[in-house]
Structures are given as structure tokens and as C-alpha cells.
């Protein structure tokens, strides 16, 4: 059973920083890659950042220069380091994971940021 658990999400002021982290367990298959997603409510959820088991990484317009997508552990922890946070980055942020050679595609449970002054 692939589990995805992430944390540290909370609340934050305009301009400040928080890590995210999505620690993925229970795996068959090799990782291919790991994205985080955002969604508010009534919205779609969208891709913020990825990165694949190449290290090639991929930012979302609105947050390139400001977010970091990184992994350790032959890929089993996935970060987002978020700075000069602005209250329209306030979402419920998911981590996904995408297996090869098969591809399935496993969610974490979300975590919620909050950017407020």
C-alpha cells in the first residue's frame, strides 16, 4: 500500500516561508515523478511544481522564483520550500506521485497554507 503522509503546512504572514514535506512509503515501483498541486475552494486543483526521477524540475508561473521543488532519499521525501509567500498562495497543497513502469498515480492527504497577515 502506497502511502503518501505530508506536513507542514499552517499559517503565515505575507512574505515569509514555509517548508513542505511528502514522505512516500510503500512503493513497488520506481518513482517518475513528484508534483505538488494547490486547490482552493471551488477551483480546479493546479500543478504548482514537479520534479522527475531525471531532477528535471517544472514551476507554475506564478510561484517560479519563489518556490523550490527538491528530493532526498532516493526519492522517497519530496520538499517545497515556499518564500515571499503572498495570500493568493493560500491553498490545500497535495503531493502526487507517479510510479513507472507502470503508471499509477498515488495522493497525499493535503495540507492546508495559510498566507494572512
Known amino acids: 500500500q502506497v502511502r503518501l503522509v505530508e506536513s507542514g503546512g499552517g499559517l503565515v504572514q505575507p512574505g515569509g516561508s514555509l517548508r513542505l514535506s511528502c514522505a512516500v512509503s510503500g512503493s513497488r515501483y520506481i518513482i ?3 508534483t505538488w498541486y494547490r486547490q482552493t475552494p471551488g477551483k480546479q486543483r493546479e500543478l504548482v ?3 522527475t526521477s531525471a531532477g528535471n524540475t517544472y514551476y507554475a508561473d506564478s510561484v517560479q522564483g519563489r518556490f523550490t521543488i527538491s ?3 532516493a526519492k522517497t ?3 517545497l520550500q515556499m ?3 503572498k495570500p493568493e498562495d ?5 503531493c502526487n506521485v507517479r510510479t513507472r ?3 499509477y498515480s498515488y495522493w497525499g492527504q493535503g495540507t492546508q497554507v495559510t498566507v494572512s497577515s
Do not use: E, F, K
Not at 90 to 94: I, M, N, R
Open 32 to 34: 517518475d515523478s513528484m
Open 49 to 51: 511544481s514537479t520534479i
Open 71 to 73: 528530493t532526498v532519499n
Open 77 to 79: 521525501t519530496v520538499y
Open 83 to 85: 518564500d515571499d509567500l
Open 90 to 94: 493560500s491553498a490545500v497543497y497535495y
Open 101 to 103: 513502469p507502470y503508471d
